[in-house]
Nanobody, 124 residues
Framework: QVQLVESGGGLVQAGGSLRLSCAAS????????MAWFRQAPGKEREVVAV????????RYADSLAGRSFISRDNAKNTLYLNLDSLQPEDTAIYYC?????????????????WGQGTQVTVAS
């Protein structure tokens, strides 16, 4: 079991930056692939970035490539997402998720554990 709690969202002006955090509890964090997803109003949930259990492998959505950086600190059971050059279209609820396995995937169906989400709003 993995419990996830996101933080760090908020209101930011276009061009600004945010750092999201996801605090995890449970013994499976350090052996789980982790990811950030987002969901904007009226749209489907989409992957933002994925990181393997040891941080050696990462994947990013094309829409955020070069503007986002995913990292993790297994000693602190924490996942991070740095977002730069934010635009109004980045406004969404951002979710932290864990697979509970070593599988590196962008498919949200394969993620067993989800946080409650943190709102990111980008003003133009």
């Amino acid at each position: 079991q993995v419990q996830l709690v996101e933080s760090g969202g908020g209101l930011v002006q276009a061009g600004g930056s945010l750092r999201l955090s996801c605090a995890a509890s449970g013994r499976s964090f350090s052996t789980s692939t982790m990811a950030w997803f987002r969901q904007a109003p009226g749209k489907e949930r989409e992957v933002v970035a994925v990181i393997s259990w040891n941080g050696a492998s990462t994947r990013y959505a094309d829409s955020l490539a070069g503007r986002s950086f995913i990292s993790r600190d297994n000693a602190k059971n924490t996942l991070y997402l740095n977002l730069d050059s934010l635009q109004p279209e980045d406004t969404a609820i951002y979710y932290c998720a864990a697979t509970g396995t070593y599988l590196v995937t962008v498919n949200p169906v394969l993620y067993d554990y989800w946080g409650q989400g943190t709102q990111v709003t980008v003003a133009s």
